[in-house]
């Protein structure tokens, strides 16, 4: 008798935690129509990029694609990357800019994105502070495949948690359409 109850004051306080992790999480998570966090990171092209910045450059009724992936190399990342490189001037032929971001380190983006002959930027988060901003990072290891839509001004406009890696951008270019992005 008495173990059962220890047992269940154990099991208990977990279902307890747990609920209390996934209200934290529900709380700091962004929803459309939020602000995206500013960031500054620095990309596999060589260069570094400030969200700011970026959105103060965007042509009028422009915006921005930010697609977190988990790994790079793992196979669906591999996937979602081809599918950006393979099929990317779908996503270009409107008003946007858009990078893939994980929190690997710099250097394995950088042969990620030559491997996969990414002719966009991946952004790299190494200290995991951005993806927490964003709300995807799992258990501080990687990020959850997310992509946001924001407008010229930072406005989160959409969130696909939902992401198919080997039809990514083809799914963006549709996201975009009936977002009202303009073609270019």
């Known amino acids: ?4 109850g220890v047992i269940s004051r ?10 209390a992790a996934f209200a934290v999480a529900a709380t700091s998570a962004l929803t459309a129509g939020d602000s995206a966090p500013d960031f500054e990171l620095a990309a596999s092209d060589g260069n570094t990029y400030r969200l700011s910045d970026v959105l103060a450059s965007l ?6 694609v930010l697609a977190w992936y ?15 490189a393979e099929e990317g001037h779908l996503i270009s032929a409107y008003n946007v800019r858009y990078f893939m971001a994980s ?9 990620f994105a030559s491997a996969m002959k990414a002719n966009f930027p991946l952004l790299s988060d190494a200290d995991k502070s951005v993806a927490s901003a964003y709300g995807v990072l799992h258990q501080d290891r990687f990020a959850f495949r ?39």
């Open 146 to 184: 997310v992509n946001f839509y924001l407008d010229a001004n930072g406005k989160i406009l959409a969130i696909d948690r939902n992401v198919n890696p080997a039809t990514a951008a083809p799914d963006i270019a549709a996201r975009l359409a009936e977002l009202g992005f303009e073609r270019r």
């Open 10 to 19: 154990s099991v208990f306080f977990l279902w307890l935690t747990a609920c």
């Open 59 to 64: 042509e009028e009724g422009g915006g921005v």
């Open 103 to 111: 929190v690997d380190p710099l250097e394995e983006n950088k042969r």
């Open 70 to 84: 988990p790994r790079a190399f793992t196979s669906g990342c591999t996937l979602e990357c081809k599918s950006f």
């Open 1 to 4: 008798m008495w173990k059962l």
